[in-house]
């Protein structure tokens, strides 16, 4: 899951980053000091969770509650984050997630991700359900077609905006990865060596829809099996000439559906 923290305490904020991180399948992304710097980190990375400060030095925490749907495009989780237990019964009347008390309690936090993690699992499965949905339509679309498909059947064609576009040959797509920079997907192909920026209206749902061989292995990267060697530590390893890619990562909540995918010894 995808983090930001909003606390005017920078230690106060690095601990609780270096928890999340170390312990739980969390990644974060950026850790704000107060709340002007705060929304544009959420806008411009679109988290899953928010840790938020009540008190900070330009905005009150849940104050800041109030703008935040202006900012975010998908479902952030938001997790008030306080030494001030007065604050608890405001923060859930505003559609907080849960309150984490400082000094944090392991326990306290350990119970809080459990909660995260299983709302995640909920959302995880309507994104499945959504996938099943577009493959039955590809494969509804497909099979109208490839009676009468054309020569450069094989490829795939990509659109880079509303007019240009690109043909790249689906055997050679490694991953496609989220750009949190600039809110879209990317295509990592062998005869390319940056990635080809696609549309924002592209969803994974449509990468996935693409061939049977795309998987994704957590929410920024989806990745050609047939490419995949192996899974070290949790970061995929691929053939060449994908072979210095080392920086994709497993998700705890995809891990069961990628091992499916394979015979195991």
């Not at 936090?109 to 339509?137: C, F, H, M, N, W």
């Amino acid at each position: 899951m995808k983090v930001v923290i909003i606390d005017d305490d920078k230690s106060s904020g690095k601990a609780l980053a270096d928890l999340l991180e170390t312990k739980y399948d969390m990644e974060v992304l950026g850790c704000a000091l107060c709340g002007l710097d705060g929304l544009a980190m959420v806008n411009r990375y679109q988290p899953d969770v928010l840790f938020l400060d009540v008190q900070l030095p330009d905005v009150n925490g849940l104050d800041f509650l109030d703008k935040l749907s202006g900012f975010v495009h998908r479902r952030c989780q938001v997790v008030m984050y306080t030494a001030y237990d007065e604050y608890i019964l405001t923060a859930f009347r505003k559609q907080a997630f849960d309150v984490l008390l400082k000094p944090i309690n392991p326990q306290e936090l350990d119970t809080i991700v459990r909660r995260l993690e299983k709302e995640a699992e909920k959302e995880a499965g309507k994104e499945l359900v959504a996938e099943k949905e577009a493959d039955k339509e590809a494969e509804r679309v497909v099979g109208a077609g490839v009676k009468n498909a054309p020569v450069a059947n094989g490829k795939l064609l990509f659109y880079t905006n509303s007019v240009d576009f690109r043909l790249v040959d689906k055997e050679n797509v490694c991953l496609f990865q989220y750009n949190h920079e600039v809110r879209c997907w990317e295509v990592v192909v062998a005869d390319n060596r940056k990635p080809i920026r696609l549309k924002r209206s592209v969803k994974s749902t449509d990468l996935l829809a693409l061939a049977p061989h795309f998987m994704q292995v957590n929410q920024k990267f989806i990745v050609n099996i047939n490419y995949l060697i192996e899974v070290v530590d949790n970061v995929c390893h691929f053939y060449p000439p994908f072979d210095e890619i080392d920086y994709v990562k497993v998700g705890r909540l995809y891990r069961k559906k990628l091992i499916d995918r394979f015979l195991s010894i």
